[in-house]
C-alpha cells in the first residue's frame, strides 16, 4: 500500500535573493495565451528590513491564490515595496511576438524603479537582452522566489481589472471571466460578434476567423 506524502508545498522564500550582493528584484509577466489583451509584466524590490512584514508569508504564485487574496496582496506589495508595471499591446504582441513581447514588458517594469537593484531573477528561462543588470533566470521562479511571486501577483491583478474593464466595453467575449483566454464562451463569441482592436490577430483562433470566418474550434466543429 502507498502512503501519500504528508509534506506540504514548498513555499517561496529569500534564498536567491540571499545569494547575490546588493538589491535584488523579481520579474514575472501574465498574459502569454490569452487571444486578447496586453500582456502585463511587474517588477519588484522587497528590501531586506521589510522581508519580515506580516503579509510577507502570504506572497506566493498568483495563480495560487483566490481573487481575493490576490487583490489583498496587491496593495499590501505596492504600499511597502518598489516596483514597476508595464505592458506591451495587442498589436505590438502580433508585430513582435509574444516572447519578445514578455521580455519587452519586463524590461520597460524594471525601468520604472528609480533606483534599479544591481541584480534580477527572471521567471522562465529567458533573460531580456536589455536589461541593465546581471540577471539569473528561475524556471517556476514564482514558487520559488518570493520577489518573483511579489512580481506575479501585481501583474496578475493589474491584468486582470484592465480585462474586467474592457468587459464593459465589449460585453460579449465573457473576458471579465476568461480574461481573455480561450475558453469556448470567448470562442463562440468570435463567431458570432468577430473580433475587437483588443485581439491578437496572429494568435491561430484570431487569424482562421479572419482568414476564414470561423475559429479553428468552430471549424473542427462544422467538418
Same mark, same amino acid.
Not at 93 to 102: F, G, K, M, P, R
Not at 183 to 187: A, I
Given at each position: 500500500m502507498s502512503l501519500k506524502s504528508s509534506a506540504k508545498p514548498s513555499k517561496p522564500d529569500f534564498s536567491l535573493e540571499s545569494a547575490h550582493n546588493g538589491p535584488v528584484?523579481?520579474?514575472?509577466?501574465?498574459?502569454?495565451?490569452?487571444?486578447?489583451g496586453p500582456v502585463v509584466a511587474s517588477c519588484v524590490y522587497i528590501p531586506k528590513e521589510k522581508r519580515g512584514l506580516d503579509f510577507v508569508p502570504d506572497i506566493r504564485d498568483s495563480k495560487k491564490l483566490s481573487s481575493k487574496k490576490l487583490e489583498y496582496l496587491f496593495d499590501l506589495i505596492s504600499e511597502h515595496f518598489t516596483f514597476g508595471i508595464a505592458e506591451?499591446?495587442?498589436?505590438?504582441?502580433?508585430?513582435?511576438? =509574444?516572447?519578445? #513581447? $514578455?521580455?519587452? /514588458?519586463?524590461?520597460?517594469?524594471?525601468?520604472?524603479?528609480?533606483?534599479?537593484?544591481?541584480?534580477?531573477?527572471?521567471?522562465?528561462?529567458h533573460i531580456p537582452k536589455n536589461l541593465p543588470c546581471p540577471a539569473q533566470p528561475v524556471i517556476k521562479g514564482d514558487?520559488?522566489?518570493?520577489? =518573483?511571486?511579489? #512580481? $506575479?501577483?501585481? /501583474?496578475?491583478?493589474?491584468?486582470?481589472?484592465?480585462?474586467?474593464?474592457?468587459a464593459e466595453e465589449h460585453p460579449h467575449y465573457g473576458w471579465e471571466r476568461n480574461v481573455g483566454y480561450p475558453?469556448?464562451?470567448?470562442?463562440d463569441a468570435i463567431d458570432?460578434?468577430?473580433?475587437?482592436?483588443?485581439?491578437?490577430? $496572429?494568435?491561430?483562433?484570431?487569424?482562421?476567423?479572419?482568414?476564414?470566418?470561423?475559429?479553428k474550434t468552430q471549424r473542427a466543429l462544422a467538418s
Open positions: 528584484c523579481g520579474l514575472d509577466e501574465v498574459g502569454r495565451g490569452p487571444l486578447a506591451i499591446s495587442p498589436q505590438e504582441i502580433d508585430e513582435i511576438n =509574444i516572447l519578445q #513581447a $514578455s521580455l519587452k /514588458a519586463m524590461e520597460n517594469a524594471y525601468s520604472q524603479l528609480i533606483q534599479p537593484p544591481a541584480h534580477a531573477l527572471i521567471d522562465g528561462n514558487s520559488k522566489s518570493v520577489s =518573483i511571486a511579489a #512580481a $506575479s501577483i501585481l /501583474a496578475k491583478v493589474t491584468r486582470d481589472r484592465l480585462m474586467r474593464k474592457l475558453s469556448r464562451e470567448h470562442l458570432a460578434h468577430g473580433i475587437t482592436p483588443h485581439h491578437r490577430r $496572429s494568435y491561430a483562433p484570431v487569424r482562421n476567423f479572419l482568414e476564414h470566418g470561423a475559429t
